[in-house]
């Protein structure tokens, strides 16, 4: 009886521990195949002094500034973000957005060191105003450009909010697919 009492005491700080463990795990690591060319002839965004858009914001609200995609993005990059996003949707089985419309917001009073921006795809204009201005999104593309360790990595978060679906990914240089984490969440290689 003594047994089956101390096992059962023991029962739960072991579950604790394994699932700490399984916190701990280094995220799935994968090569993501070439989707579409991963550089061109202008560079991924247009920015100017202090790495800031060249144009004044569409929209402003108290954490973020939104910017027209096609006067910020360039094509070659808005093209491998929506290769990859595409290729994210159909390995998670969602809903296709088609990037026919998109918006680059810039988060403020957030801490960084560097501006960060995110790209935010959509299948039409109107989809992209009810997101971006009347916050009513039924699903979220969203690519978060990183600065770290001398390029930029891409987060990429994949959501449907009525299916109460949400997937992230980290996309790294070079090629490098780390499943199910932020770019943040990815431990530096030293």
Request: one cysteine or more; a neutral charge.
């Amino acid at each position: 009886m003594r047994f089956l009492l101390t096992l059962f005491k023991l029962l739960p700080v072991l579950l604790l521990a394994g699932s700490l463990a399984a916190c701990s795990q280094e995220p799935e690591l994968a090569t993501l195949p070439d989707l579409a060319p991963m550089s061109g002839d202008s560079p991924m965004l247009r920015l100017g002094p202090d790495n800031l858009p060249l144009l004044p914001p569409v929209v402003s609200q108290i954490k973020y500034e939104y910017y027209q995609c096609d006067t910020l993005v360039s094509d070659w990059f808005l093209k491998l973000l929506l290769a990859e996003m595409n290729f994210l949707e159909k390995d998670a089985g969602l809903a296709h957005v088609d990037g026919s419309a998109c918006a680059v917001s810039r988060a403020i009073n957030q801490g960084q060191a560097e501006p960060r921006f995110t790209v935010s795809l959509y299948s039409s204009r109107k989809e992209a105003n009810e997101c971006v201005v009347n916050s009513r999104c039924a699903v979220a593309r969203n690519v978060t450009l990183v600065p770290r360790e001398g390029a930029v990595w891409r987060s990429y978060f994949l959501t449907d909010f009525e299916l109460n679906k949400y997937y992230t990914h980290c996309l790294a240089p070079p090629q490098k697919w780390h499943k199910g984490v932020t770019c943040d969440g990815v431990v530096p290689r030293t």
